[in-house]
């Protein structure tokens, strides 16, 4: 479980005082799909980046799974249970050919070379790029790297995994490639998923969604509350689904229809019940 | 930008014994190989070294004509390096051209200054033409290991040259979008006088820069959340082992480059 309380996070640039976070407090259970959704600068990349000790509380406390990120030893076992995946990929990944990559971090964890190997496959595999494991990463499409990238997350076998932007440089075929991927390590290997996006659509499935404004958890809940209410997303300037925009269009004509429908299933199964 | 057709430093992939050949191993060769030809000074010797040259080529199932595309690059030093050691060598008169006179041991001597740079060339490329970048910065890393007595980490050499061979493609990329992005400003990178052409090249020069101390940001950040922390603690997923084969190739080596250099050691 990850534990934040009270989080503070405070930083200078050119003598201005910058309050990033002011006073974030959350708990995540093992197993869950967890979404942050936010305004640019609303904090969530740098709420994220405090769970596995890139960066350091001001005040408060992060503690993942009994050990909290303070300590100065324990912030190599804190990265090792919580892997991290960034927006390009082409920043994150080290070597210049891709099984060697995914190698970087079970070789970091002074593996032996058998059990390195062993785990670089089964990464692959979960992330089905079994087939580019001697490609060079520029020959590899955006969708493609940011695989390799997450199964060099994979390779050091976290229990949780956070994943900040990861398909906002990619195209819409690759970013569903990606979900079906996260989506598949969540309920097939109960690996906790803490996924930062910008897009509205890719929450519809999480178990919970909290929704950051200027520093604070603005509001959390399933996917129902929070998505299906288009005044409260309107209010931090996140774009509503486009099913839930056309239920309230239909509301507004007079249709008596839920407000709170997320997707087209939903929709259709709302629209017939009206007969 | 265009660096095809650019052979020095490529990997050509294959199965051959010199490509299965322990990186280290092949270092050691190359590097006893360019000490031998800096020794031999007759035309025996060079004859020994050719020989040794083709029987790598041979065995690592490269094409010559592969390998002799490396030597393009070169082609101005080498005619060059030719014609000053031709005309500019005193000795025995062989042909007159009024005041161009070239002399026997000119003849000689620029005809074996150039065996010696083509050989060089050749005979040091075959390590990269069958070497893979990350076979190498293992092989060096473990060769330069005894370094770490002057406080050197051989770990740190090797990942530089990793992240710098990872990030040459990126960046190439990177310049030409850049290039073309302040074309489409009205920068020109071709006319005007030499300083109008360096000061436009700075429109591409800054935001290169600027772009690469981000990467760099956040790669370290990538690498840190992966555990990263210098070379100590850390195993490698493939561990080189010198088998009998590598054993048999250096005994080889060293075997015949020695009585190519006893024979060719003579003037």
């Known amino acids: 479980m ?36 936010g305004p640019n600068g609303s904090g969530k990349s740098t709420l994220v980046k405090h769970i596995n000790g890139l960066l350091t509380p001001s005040a408060g406390e992060v503690v993942v799974d009994g050990i909290n990120a303070k300590e100065d030893d324990s912030i190599w076992k804190i990265r090792q249970k919580v892997g991290m995946v960034f927006q390009n990929p082409d920043n994150q990944i080290v070597a210049n050919v891709v099984e060697n990559d995914i190698a970087f971090g079970p070789e970091n964890l002074g593996l032996s070379s058998s059990e390195i190997k062993e785990r670089v496959k089964k990464s692959l595999s979960l992330t089905k790029i079994l087939e580019y494991s001697k490609y060079e990463p520029h020959l590899l499409s955006g969708g493609q790297k940011q695989l390799v990238a997450i199964a060099g997350a ?13 398909t906002s440089m990619l195209d819409p075929l690759s970013r569903r490639k990606i979900l079906k991927i996260i989506h598949d390590l969540n309920k097939n290997h109960k690996t906790t998923i803490l996924l930062v996006t910008h897009f509205t659509d890719e929450a519809v499935n999480a178990d919970r969604v909290y929704i950051l404004d200027a520093g ?29 925009s056309l239920a309230a269009s239909l509301v507004k004509s007079g249709i008596d229809i839920s407000t709170s429908v997320l997707t087209v299933d939903e929709m259709v199964e709302e629209l017939c019940l009206l007969n | 930008m265009d660096f095809e057709g650019f052979g020095i430093g490529q990997f050509y992939p294959g199965d051959s014994v010199i490509h299965r050949l322990d990186p280290r191993i092949k270092v050691i060769i190359s590097f006893l190989l360019a000490v031998t030809l800096f020794m031999i000074k007759n035309f025996w010797g060079f004859v020994g070294i050719f020989l040794f040259v083709f029987f790598i080529i ?42 161009l006179v070239i002399t026997k041991e000119g003849f000689v001597n620029s005809l074996f200054i150039n065996s010696r740079l083509i050989l060089l060339i ?36 090797a990942l530089m040259m990793t992240v710098a061979l990872r990030f040459i493609p990126v960046l190439i990329i990177e310049t030409n979008k850049i290039m073309k992005a302040q074309k489409a400003r009205g920068a020109d990178f071709k006319k005007g006088n030499l300083a109008k052409r360096a000061k436009n090249y700075l429109s591409l020069l800054i935001p290169l820069l600027v772009s690469v101390f981000r990467r760099a940001d956040e790669l370290a950040l990538a690498m840190e959340s992966r555990c990263y922390r210098g070379g100590e603690g850390r195993t490698r997923m493939n561990e080189l082992k010198i088998g009998y084969k590598d054993f048999y190739a250096f005994s080889f080596t060293v075997l ?12």
């Open chain 1, 216 to 244: 604070r958890i603005a509001c959390y809940g399933e996917p129902r509350e929070t998505l299906g209410n288009i005044s409260l997303l309107s209010k931090f300037q996140i774009k509503p689904l486009a099913m839930t």
């Open chain 2, 58 to 99: 041979f065995f690592s199932r490269l094409s010559a004509r592969l390998v002799l595309s490396g030597l393009r690059p070169m082609t101005f030093i080498l005619v060059f390096t030719f014609i000053i050691h031709l005309f500019f060598t005193s000795g025995t008169p062989l042909i007159n051209f009024g005041f």
């Open chain 2, 122 to 157: 050749t005979g040091t490329s075959l390590l990269t033409f069958t070497t893979a970048p990350v076979d190498l910065t293992d092989g060096l890393e473990s060769l330069l290991k005894p370094l770490e007595i002057f406080r050197l980490s051989s770990h740190q050499f």
């Open chain 1, 154 to 166: 994979l390779a050091m076998e976290p229990e949780y995994l956070i994943l900040d932007e990861p």
């Open chain 1, 2 to 37: 990850i534990k934040i309380s009270d989080l503070y996070y405070a930083y200078k640039v050119k003598n201005k005082h910058i309050e990033a976070l002011k006073g974030i407090d959350l708990e995540i259970p093992k197993g869950e799909f967890v979404v942050f959704l």
């Open chain 2, 256 to 267: 015949v480059l020695f009585v190519v250099a006893i024979v060719g050691w003579k003037t």
